[in-house]
């Protein structure tokens, strides 16, 4: 099916989430009318002061796994992107996490079905925890790729399985339920998914307090605290993949608007990281403006000389939707100079 290009009206769910908030600026940017979805009209009077477009509109879901919650937002719109999904491991109960996941994408793909079934495209926005599976060092990881182990595991160790397993058994069920509503329903309209791994990359969403940052974010900030700074083989090994927030909305924009999309599943990353890998990057660039480099930890140089990482490729992404992912230096600067300027660093 062809690509939805602008002036389309494009529905983002969850638009004040670190990502959907630079997904809706970029489409705004390249001319799209968007209309988002927030939980509070606190979130949507800030949405609003931060794109000041009348391009950008809003309506209030307060509840995405609500019966119908989705019906309203969908009327009128040429596409959907979905990216609205919780992204914690703190959750007791597997359902915690996982109901919201595939009750939010089941809702949305009804509601579509239901009220606008003549819509164009749904990109959603699943992860590479759909992907990911106990592997050897040095393993290469395509979208060809399904996470069959954390499932296993929620499923025989219930509340007791690892936080981590029951967050990726939530982005595995997800992004199935979608190409299994794809399959059965066979709707007129194609499917994209995006998977990407940990997002880096500056903040425009609005965050008031430092507890209140996403789950990644939060994660780097306090690994460059000298509280919390990495040291050693802690600092050496693999700690995971990453790619810049502002990439990824390039990634789910392009995803959107080319043809070639439709039907598609796509990795979405820049590549590995350890720690040393992030510090050394920041430290590379030599003296930046806004940043104390003396504050930032140097970890242990050379600790990370012989690891060998597991590598999701996003060569499908680069090739078809024609991204190039920006380097770990320039991420790790403007994160770090976003995190200061809310005053969290």
């Known amino acids: 099916m062809p690509g939805v290009l602008p002036p389309a009206l494009v529905l983002v769910t969850g638009a004040s989430g670190f990502l959907a908030a630079h997904v809706c600026q970029v489409l705004l940017e390249r001319g799209y009318k968007v209309r988002g979805t927030v939980r509070t009209e606190e979130k949507a009077h800030y949405l609003l002061s931060l794109f000041s477009s009348p391009n950008f509109s809003y309506i209030l879901v307060p509840d995405i796994q609500a019966p119908t919650a989705f019906d309203q937002a969908v009327k009128g719109v040429d596409a959907v992107l979905h990216t609205a999904s919780p992204f914690h491991s703190r959750a007791v109960e597997p359902e915690e996490v996982i109901g919201p996941a595939v009750e939010g994408t089941r809702g949305v793909l009804e509601s579509v079905q239901k009220i606008n079934p003549s819509i164009k495209r749904i990109v959603i926005t699943s992860s590479i925890a759909s992907i990911r599976m106990p592997c050897t060092p040095g393993t290469v990881f395509t979208e060809s790729t399904w996470n069959t182990h954390s499932p296993d595991v929620v499923a025989r160790e219930g509340v007791n399985a690892p936080?981590?397993?029951?967050?990726?058994?939530?982005?595995v069920f997800a992004e199935k339920v979608a190409w299994e509503f794809v399959q059965t329903e066979k709707p007129s309209w194609d499917l994209v998914t995006i998977c990407p791994p940990m997002i880096f990359g500056p903040l425009i969403h609005g965050v008031s307090a430092v507890e209140n940052l996403n789950t990644s974010t939060a994660a780097l900030r306090d690994g460059f605290t000298a509280e919390g700074a990495k040291t050693g083989t802690e600092a050496g090994k693999q700690a995971g993949t990453w790619v810049d927030v502002r990439d990824v909305?390039?990634?789910?924009?392009?995803?959107?608007a080319q043809d070639r999309a439709g039907g598609q599943r796509y990795i979405s990353a820049a590549g590995p990281y350890s720690w040393q890998m992030l510090y050394d990057s920041v430290h590379a660039l030599g003296k930046v403006e806004g940043l104390d480099m003396e504050k930032v930890p140097r970890g242990t140089p050379g600790s990370d000389r012989e690891t060998v990482y597991d590598v999701y490729?996003?060569?499908?992404?680069?090739?078809?939707l024609g991204v190039r992912f920006r380097s770990m230096g320039e991420s790790m600067k403007d994160t770090l100079l976003s995190l200061r300027e809310y005053g969290f660093h």
């Open 249 to 256: 909305a390039l990634v789910h924009v392009e995803a959107l």
């Open 313 to 320: 490729s996003s060569k499908k992404a680069e090739e078809e």
């Open 163 to 171: 936080g981590i397993d029951k967050y990726r058994t939530s982005k």
